[in-house]
């Protein structure tokens, strides 16, 4: 999942994305309002978490901006303003949840997992495809009932195939929300981590779930076993 954290405070702003870069979410900053606005009309994310206290504009104007706009991304406000005539007009400018500063990193994530979990259809913590269990709050997976070490990147491609499965997800969905802004679409970084998850999810199972489909990308299969195209 990408994120937009729009966070003045550039140290702040590190050590935030920092954490939430090692819970397997890629993460693009913003230090102020103009930047969140430009950010966001340029990339297709997951989740953004906005700052209330942002410069040129404030995060009210931003999210009021984005919602004006058509821009359906969940927004979680974030600021050191905690009365209710403040949480309100958070609310009201369009974000879907409001977390008050100081907070705990525990709270944050679970209220991100909530906003992640919504959509067309609630989205399940526990994910099933075959004998293969995600499970999305604990952030782990495992086959035929035995635990998948997976690397924090592994786990947010496996994530977000299982998120598609039986659709066919290509390089530039691949690069759009499991990678940040550092990404170089000319490496072969994805298909590295491709090969690396398919040992590990498929090697010496059956059916194999994980497949290349030529020209197109990959696909995480649920049913019966399918060949290669």
């Excluded at 954290?5 to 693009?28: H, I, M, P, T």
């Excluded at 009210?60 to 058509?70: F, P």
């Excluded at 369009?94 to 992640?116: I, Q, S, V």
């Excluded at 040992?199 to 299969?221: A, N």
Aim: aromatic share 6%.
């Amino acid at each position: 999942m990408r994120i937009l954290l729009a966070e003045d405070q550039s140290n702040a702003a590190q050590v935030l994305a920092k954490g939430l870069r090692e819970q397997s979410y890629a993460v693009d900053i913003a230090l102020d309002g103009e930047a969140a606005l430009y950010q966001a009309s340029i990339n297709d994310y997951d989740l953004i978490l906005l700052d209330v206290m942002l410069p040129r504009p404030n995060g009210i104007e931003v999210c009021q901006n984005l919602r004006a706009g058509g821009s359906a991304v969940p927004i979680l406000m974030l600021t050191a303003r905690d009365a209710v005539p403040d949480r309100v007009l958070g609310l009201d400018a369009g974000a879907d949840d409001y977390l008050t500063k100081p907070f705990d990193f525990h709270e944050l994530l679970a209220r991100m997992r909530a906003l992640l979990r919504r959509g067309p259809e609630l989205r399940p913590e526990t994910l099933r495809i075959a004998d293969l269990v995600i499970n999305t709050r604990s952030r782990r997976a495992s086959r035929s009932n035995r635990a998948v070490d997976l690397t924090a990147k592994e786990y947010a491609l496996l994530d977000y195939l299982a998120r598609h499965v039986d659709e066919v997800v290509g390089r530039a969905e691949f690069s759009e929300h499991v990678w940040d802004e550092s990404y170089d679409p000319f490496s072969n970084l994805i298909e590295v981590y491709i090969q690396r998850l398919r040992r590990k999810i498929d090697d010496g199972r059956t059916p194999k779930l994980l497949r290349t489909v030529r020209g197109e990308g990959y696909m995480l299969c649920s049913g019966a076993p399918i060949p290669d195209v």
